[in-house]
């Protein structure tokens, strides 16, 4: 037995790995406003038919970077005004 919907997720920022030469580099990303970021994001309550385990999970989803940031990676969650993610 499951259920799973769409959720919005608010966060302060989120990070991204930046390849470089030799190693991986973090950066975290936030609105130059430090207004929380709402991401798009999927959840979902399951029964492990094996072990009978019950389990949560959720997943960000997301899409191409944008222009700022695809220097730094090819995709990001995807990002929406609050306000909007309410309607």
Known sequence: SSSA???????????????LTDRKQPLFIFRADKKPITFAGLWEHWVDKETGEVIDSCTII???????????????????EYEKAKE
């Open 5 to 19: 919907a769409s959720d919005v997720y608010k966060r302060q920022g989120f990070y991204e790995w930046q390849n």
């Open 62 to 80: 997301t899409t191409k970077a944008s222009r700022l940031l695809e220097k730094i990676h090819d995709r990001m969650p995807v990002i929406f």
